[in-house]
Structures are given as structure tokens and as C-alpha cells.
């Protein structure tokens, strides 16, 4: 591939490979977005990551033994998810644990594969690194295919799965299916990966799923939002990535993921989340509030003056209350004792009233 100008880039639009091209590297970031913003909810990204190298170890074992690699890929993917989900489930050892013995046992594996290719350097740059230009009208449908299928499911079972993301013991309490959602989640998250993996490579294809999710988690805090923002961002870090390795001549996948890393980076720099708490701390710190408290604590004579009592909104000032000692602890003070002869007297009168 050499080097083209923009405008030359944009006359290749009419081209049917350039048209495959697109498709993938954008639906891809579009379905990598919406399912990246549950992963980061669920705080699972290291599982994901543990599927994509089962995926890897997948694509190897295809290219020795000469089968279609979309096959393995599935196969290794989901058996890699069904596992994880059933330790997890079942609480058989730390899901830290089998992650780390899943991503370590797989890459070795799929090195050992490699080894056995004959052509390796042209295997292993399309696994490693994926293979875009070179994606066929077969893996495009299958990508189009498991898309669909992955959003609508994403899409019709949105509440279930924000629900499990807010408390997921009060979820299984409502009745939701929490063990067959957290398998079918798994399932979907493995399928996606598998027919993701030919066209961003084994490295990089999890990051694709991550950067768009987390450039939109650093913007807002509502979750619907966070979703359409995320696949945006997917969707733009495709075709700007595809656009930079025409006119640069670089690889596809990593190209997007460095536009992806770059809205990542601007996101994180200029979040409101992380100004709004820079505005708040420099609003108090020169508020009257926490002039009063500095002087509570500065103050040599330790004299009570009002404190401050900080509130999210704004400052409330209060005057800390004296605490004056119970009665029978103050100085000169001595309870009367009554005699017992007046008490039973009482006593008796009560009971002949009665």
C-alpha cells in the first residue's frame, strides 16, 4: 500500500473493497462501543482481555491444522467464557485467579502454535496485528451478522443488565435470572471478539472495546448517554483510523486504536467530571466556610467559633452547641436522699387509695 493524498482517499469510496473495509472498521467500533460501556459497569475488563487471547490461541490452532479460523476462534472464546462464568458462579477459586491462569495458559499456547506454522511471518502479523485490507465479503456478513444479533439482545434486555449493574443481589431479589444473564452477557462478549479478532488482531482487538467506553464514561454519568456517546466514539476512531493508515501507510488496527487512545486522552484532560471536582475543591477552599473552620482548628485558645459543615451545594455555618454536664455532676449540687419510712408511707397510702 503507498501513500495517497486526502481527496485521493475519498475517491476510493466507489471501490467495493474500501466499502468492506469501512463496515468492519466502523461497526466494529460502533459494537465494540455499546458492549465496552457494560464491560467497564461491570468492572470486567480483565476477563474480556482473557477472551481475546483464548481467541488467539483459537486463530493459531486454525492456521496449523489448515481450517477455517472463525470456527476455532468461536470454539476457543466461548469455552474460555463458559469457564470463567462457571468459576465465577460458582465461587470456586478467585475469578483474579483463573483470569490470570487463562490469559497466561493461552498466549503460550497459541506461541507453541505459531511455531508449528511454516509461513510465520505473514500468519502471525494477521493474528497479532489483524488483517483489514484483506478482510473477504464472507467475514463481513458474519461481522454484520453477530452485530445485530449482539445489539438487539444488548439493546432488549438494557434494563435487566443496568439493574445488575446498580445491585445485583436486589436483582436476583426481583427475579431477574442474574447466573443465565451473566452466561449469555459472557457469550455475546466472546462471539463479538471472535469475529473481531481477524480484522484488529489479537493485541488490540479488546482495546477497540475499552477506548470508546471510556472516553464516554469520563463525559457523563448517564448510562444511555454513556452508550450512544461510546458507539460515536467507536464509530468515528474506525473511519478516522482507516483514513490515517491510507494517507501514512500503517497498519488498520492499530491505527484505530491510537485514535481511539487520542479521544481517550482529551476526554480525561478536559472531563467535567474531574472539573466539576477541581471547581468544587477550589470554590470551598476560598469560601467562608472553610475560613471558619481554619480558625476552629488554628484558634491558640481552642475557643469555640462556628465551624463549618460542608454540604455538596453550598456551605451551611453552625455554631457548635455547648455541652453543659447532667445535673447530679455539677459542683455544690447534693440530691436530697428521702428516707425510707416517708417512701413506705407513700407506698401505703397509694395502695389504700387504690
Known amino acids: 500500500m503507498i501513500n495517497i493524498t486526502i481527496f485521493e482517499f475519498f475517491e476510493l469510496f466507489d471501490r467495493i473493497w474500501m466499502q468492506r473495509i469501512l463496515i468492519a472498521a466502523i461497526l466494529i467500533g460502533i459494537v465494540g462501543g455499546i458492549i465496552g460501556t457494560f464491560i467497564i459497569l461491570y468492572k470486567i475488563i480483565f476477563l474480556g482481555e482473557a477472551i481475546a487471547h483464548s481467541a488467539f490461541a483459537g486463530v493459531a490452532l486454525a492456521l496449523v491444522i489448515g481450517v477455517q479460523p472463525i470456527y476455532m476462534i468461536f470454539l476457543f472464546s466461548e469455552l474460555s467464557a463458559i469457564s470463567v462464568g462457571y468459576v465465577n458462579q460458582k465461587k470456586i477459586m478467585n475469578e483474579n485467579i483463573i483470569l490470570a491462569i487463562i490469559f497466561s495458559g493461552m498466549m503460550a499456547l497459541g506461541i507453541i502454535f505459531i511455531n508449528l ?4 511471518s505473514a500468519s502471525v502479523s494477521s493474528i497479532l496485528f489483524g488483517a483489514l485490507f484483506y478482510i473477504n465479503q464472507e467475514q463481513v456478513i458474519i461481522l454484520i451478522v453477530v452485530s445485530v444479533i449482539v445489539i438487539a439482545i444488548l439493546v432488549y434486555l438494557r434494563k435487566e443488565l443496568f439493574f445488575m449493574v446498580f445491585d445485583k443481589e436486589m436483582a436476583k431479589l426481583s427475579g431477574i435470572p442474574i447466573k443465565i444473564l451473566d452466561y449469555l452477557f459472557l457469550m455475546l462478549l466472546a462471539a463479538l471478539i471472535g469475529v473481531s479478532i481477524q480484522s484488529i488482531g489479537a493485541i488490540l482487538v479488546f482495546a477497540i472495546f475499552i477506548m470508546p467506553a471510556a472516553t464516554a464514561y469520563m463525559l457523563t454519568y448517564n448510562y444511555r448517554l454513556m452508550i450512544i456517546l461510546s458507539a460515536l466514539f467507536g464509530a468515528v476512531s474506525g473511519f478516522l483510523g482507516v483514513m490515517i493508515s491510507f494517507l501514512y501507510n500503517l497498519p488498520g488496527g492499530p491505527s484505530i486504536v491510537i485514535i481511539a487512545t487520542g479521544f481517550f486522552l482529551v476526554a480525561f484532560i478536559f472531563s467535567p467530571k474531574r472539573l466539576s471536582k477541581f471547581i468544587n475543591k ?36 453552625q455554631v457548635k452547641p455547648k455541652k453543659f454536664p447532667p445535673e447530679h455532676k455539677w459542683k455544690g449540687h447534693k440530691p436530697i436522699k428521702k428516707e425510707k419510712s416517708e417512701t413506705n408511707n407513700t407506698k401505703k397510702e397509694e395502695k389504700d387509695e387504690k
Open 117 to 120: 506454522l511454516t509461513e510465520v
Open 282 to 317: 477550589f470554590k470551598f477552599k476560598y469560601s467562608e466556610g472553610y475560613k471558619k473552620l481554619q480558625e476552629q482548628f488554628d484558634h491558640p485558645l481552642g475557643i469555640d467559633v462556628p465551624h463549618a459543615h460542608i454540604d455538596t451545594e453550598k456551605i451551611i455555618l
